[in-house]
């Protein structure tokens, strides 16, 4: 699977929007963009997938930029629960795929 | 989305005792499940592969006759720590697919303790 670049922290005011991005320039055609995040001494929780459109769900929105060697995450009005770590992960989907973590984003929501 | 339960949910075992973690899938059958360790304050490591009623796939350098993996049934895998040893302690984390779904549920994760 193509590799992840994310920021390893960042800060984002309670009831503001939290932008997080990734870059995964080296992805291929078939591969999907996966986000989950896992807060402290959980299991990771799924979020949001997407291959080349923007997707948006209850949680959160992806925007995949064009060329698709980029996206966001979108916390729209984050809360303290949102305190976590968000993965970004490319992943081909099929029966021998497997989900590879990089080292995420730790997103620090304060009040 | 569906619910991966694991058991137990802390242990505490000495040195050179073996540990068995299950983990289970409540509302969907899970044709693979993977089986992942962190460490403090780092990622999610995967450790291996299974796909039900096959022997597991180990990813490279984890030990497969220290960390036996079954997954007898689609609603049942268990990962048994052989002869554990402090530097075993860690978090380990459960996962379920079925088939080539997009989605891979992640239960609550086993905190082993080796003393």
């Known amino acids: 699977d193509a590799k992840t670049t994310q920021p390893t922290s960042m800060d984002c005011a309670e009831g503001r929007a939290a932008n997080l991005p990734c870059n995964h320039s080296?992805?291929?055609?078939?591969?999907?963009v996966y986000w989950y995040r896992q807060i402290h001494s959980q299991g990771p929780q799924y979020i949001i997938h997407?291959?080349?459109n923007n997707e948006t769900n209850e949680m959160a929105s992806l925007i995949i930029t064009e060329d698709r060697k980029s996206s966001t995450l979108i916390l729209p009005h984050a809360t303290l629960r949102d305190t976590a770590v968000y993965y970004c992960?490319?992943?081909?989907?099929?029966?021998?795929?497997?989900?590879?973590f990089g080292t995420g984003t730790r997103l620090q929501v304060f009040p | 989305g569906a619910v991966v339960s694991q058991h137990p949910s802390w242990v505490i075992c000495k040195s050179g005792t073996s540990v068995k973690i299950e983990c289970r899938s409540l509302?969907?059958?899970?044709?693979?499940m993977f089986w992942y360790r962190q460490f403090p304050k780092q990622s999610l490591m995967l450790m291996a592969t299974?796909?039900?009623?096959?022997?597991?796939?180990?990813e490279q350098g984890v030990e497969k006759d220290k960390f036996l993996i079954n997954h007898a049934s689609l609603t049942l895998s268990t990962l048994t720590v052989t002869s554990a040893h402090p530097e075993d302690s860690s978090f380990y984390i459960c996962?379920?697919?079925?088939?080539?779904?997009?989605?891979?549920?992640f239960g609550p994760g086993t905190r082993l303790t080796v003393t």
């Open positions: 299974s796909n039900e009623g096959s022997k597991a796939t180990y």
């Open positions: 997407g291959l080349k």
């Open positions: 992960i490319v992943r081909v989907v099929g029966n021998t795929d497997k989900l590879i």
């Open positions: 509302d969907f059958q899970a044709t693979t």
């Open positions: 080296t992805i291929s055609g078939n591969e999907y």
């Open positions: 996962s379920g697919r079925e088939g080539s779904s997009y989605e891979q549920y």
